[in-house]
Every structure is written in C-alpha cells, then in structure tokens.
C-alpha cells in the first residue's frame, strides 16, 4: 500500500440528518459532494485525481436531543493540496463551507447543539496545522471520539473506495443504504 501523505493531505467531514431544499439528507450529501468537491480543487490548487469520497454511510444520532432520525456522513479527502497550511487559508476554507451549509437551508441561529440538521461540513485536518481559533479548531477536537467519521476517513485513506467523479457520488450511497 503507497504510504499516505499526511502533511498535504485535508479532510472534511460531511453530516446531514435532516430534509433540505435538495431532498432528504441523501439527496442533500449528494447535492453538496460535486460542489464542495470543485470548492476543494479550486481553494486548494488540488488535482482532481487527488481528490476521493468515500461511501454515504447511515448512522445513528451521537448525543444531542432524543428521536432525532439517522444520519447520513461521508468524508471527502484529498490527499495533496498544494497550498501551505495557514490559518488564513484555513479560515477561507470555513467561509466557503458554510456558505454551502446555507445553500442546503442550515441556521445556526435556529438550532439546538447537536441537534437536527441538513448539512454540518467539519473541517478535519489539514496536514499538521494545529489551530485554536475562536472559529477553527484543527485538528477538529471531537475526530477521534466519532465513529461516523472515523469509518469513513480510514475509508478514504485506505483507498478501498474506488476514486469516482463527484458527478457519480449515488453508487456510494447505493451501496451503503444512506
Ligand atoms: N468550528 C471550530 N472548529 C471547526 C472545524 N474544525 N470545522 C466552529 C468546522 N467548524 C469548526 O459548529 C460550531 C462552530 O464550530 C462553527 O461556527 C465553527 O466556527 P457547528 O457545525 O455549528 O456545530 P456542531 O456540528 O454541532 O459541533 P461540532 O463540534 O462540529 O460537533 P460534531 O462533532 O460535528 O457533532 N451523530 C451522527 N451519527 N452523525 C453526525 O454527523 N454530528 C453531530 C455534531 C452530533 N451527532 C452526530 C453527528
Ligand atoms: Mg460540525
């Protein structure tokens, strides 16, 4: 197996439990991966070749309120982003996330914490950048202790899954009943 290039490689983690504009959480995963996946190339000077998604996986809700419905997660990788970390870099990044958590109807005002929502995007790491921003901590704190990211990172980072265009994201999904 080729040894993976943990200094250039970024991680973002995608979340959805409930309905957006774009349909049911799945819809939404699959709404956001080709999107968030040219925001990825074009904010990290990244090959496409680069770039994988791992399978839609279903989870059930960790913490927050009761009776919430199960989640959809995924993880897109890539494993060389040609520009140097930097907070500043990072912090473009976050913008650019939640401008798409708005595009799929989130609003932090509106929710509880760890409560129902159409789209959390979680920045996982950038190679070894360590921040302590108000607004980014990274590596994100809570990685290590979620097994819906953790499963499909390992996925991803393994290359189990087979890289596909963002244009094809639904075989995953298929393939896992997200
Ligand atoms: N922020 C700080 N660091 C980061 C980062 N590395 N990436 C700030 C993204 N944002 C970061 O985030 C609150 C603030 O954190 C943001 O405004 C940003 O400036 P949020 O997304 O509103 O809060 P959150 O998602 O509720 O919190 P957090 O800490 O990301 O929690 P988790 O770990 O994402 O938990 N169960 C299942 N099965 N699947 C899930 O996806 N998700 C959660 C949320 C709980 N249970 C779940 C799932
Ligand atoms: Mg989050």
């Not at 995924?74 to 520009?83: K, P």
């Not at 140097?84 to 609003?107: F, I, K, N, T």
């Amino acid at each position: 197996m080729a040894l993976f290039p943990l200094e250039t490689a970024l991680a973002v983690g995608l979340g959805a439990n409930l309905s957006s504009c774009h349909g049911p959480p799945e819809s939404t995963l699959r709404w956001v991966v080709p999107r968030l996946s040219d925001l990825l190339l074009d904010w990290g000077d990244a090959e496409a070749g680069d770039l994988r998604c791992s399978s839609f996986l279903k989870t059930q809700p960790l913490g927050g309120p009761p009776g919430q419905d199960a989640y959809c997660n995924a993880v897109l990788l890539i494993s060389h982003v040609q520009r140097p970390p930097s907070e500043m870099a990072a912090l473009e990044l976050l913008e650019h996330m939640q401008h798409l958590e708005r595009s799929c109807g989130r609003d932090r005002q509106r929710e509880q914490r760890w409560g129902p929502r159409t789209l959390d995007l979680d920045l996982l790491f950038w190679g070894e950048l360590r921040l302590e921003h108000p607004r980014l901590m990274l590596p994100h704190p809570r990685l290590h202790l979620r097994g819906f990211v953790l499963e499909p990172l390992l996925e991803v980072m393994q290359g189990s899954a087979a890289p596909r265009s963002p244009d094809q994201p639904e075989t995953a999904a298929r393939d896992r009943g997200c």
